[in-house]
């Protein structure tokens, strides 16, 4: 938070800037994975961006009012990646394309909980991103912006943005949300900086969400009365599980 302002008259700043301004603005982390060779990461958290203190804040969640009536809270997004040079501007208005940026694409389809963000990125931007994490620095942070100027879809305007203190809202005209953000700056921290600044351990959670995954393919082989699945416990999958991310808890 701004130092000076009052809860209050920040949130009453943030609240103008999305109204007037038409920004809105997020930080995301990610967990590079060292066996998901030059991949972004997996989701970790999403904050609300301020100035400098990325990670400050609690974490945010997005919605999605869709054209359908559909009100949607978004959970966990799946994390995508396409290569810039490749992509196909073609959908999106021209100054995507001018202002040679790398930049996410939010999506949330009609059925369904899912999402995602898929980070459109130049294979330099990638590649660095990548050694920083084979140096140690697995956390990849993300600031992202979402302009109103580039929320269009074939030259239609596709969707508004509005903001409060615990999450984003994405009102789509159509129906299905997809919006664009812009990257304005990533950079990359070690795990144990992570934690210090957020108090969250990615791996832990990491960790946690496969061993649920763990145990709801242990009862589907069980009742498809296949027992050759391995049954193991949170300890040892947990040790298991660091040995092969090579990842330090």
């Known amino acids: 938070m701004i130092s000076g302002l009052t809860k209050g008259e920040y949130w ?46 609690k974490p945010i969640r997005l919605q999605a009012e869709l054209n359908s009536g559909d009100h949607k809270k978004l959970f966990f997004p799946q994390i995508l990646d396409h290569d810039r040079a490749t992509f196909d501007f073609s959908l999106h208005p021209k100054r995507l394309e001018e202002i040679d940026r790398d930049f996410v694409i939010l999506f949330a389809g009609e059925n369904g909980i899912g999402y995602s963000f898929d980070f459109v990125l130049s294979f330099s931007n990638l590649q660095k991103a990548w050694q920083e994490s084979e140096k140690g ?24 943005i509005r903001s409060s203190e615990d999450d984003i809202v994405f009102k789509s005209h159509i129906k299905f949300l997809t919006a664009v953000g812009v990257i304005k700056n990533r950079y990359s921290l070690t795990i144990e900086d992570y934690f210090s600044k957020t108090k ?49 808890p």
């Open 200 to 248: 969250h351990d990615p791996v832990f959670e990491y960790i946690r969400r496969g061993y649920t995954s763990h145990l709801e393919t242990q009862l589907f082989c069980q009742q498809e009365g296949n027992f050759f699945q391995e049954t193991m416990d949170f300890g040892a999958f947990y040790e298991s599980a660091i040995n092969t991310l090579r990842l330090s």
């Open 137 to 160: 620095a697995r956390m990849q942070v993300f600031d992202i912006c979402f302009e109103e100027d580039l929320q269009q879809y074939r030259g239609w305007n596709v969707n508004s």
């Open 12 to 57: 009453g700043i943030q609240a103008f800037m999305v109204k007037n301004s038409s920004l809105a603005d997020i930080t995301i982390s990610l967990m590079t994975l060292p066996y998901l060779y030059m991949r972004p990461g997996n989701f970790c958290q999403m904050f609300l961006t301020n100035a400098d203190a990325t990670l400050s804040g």
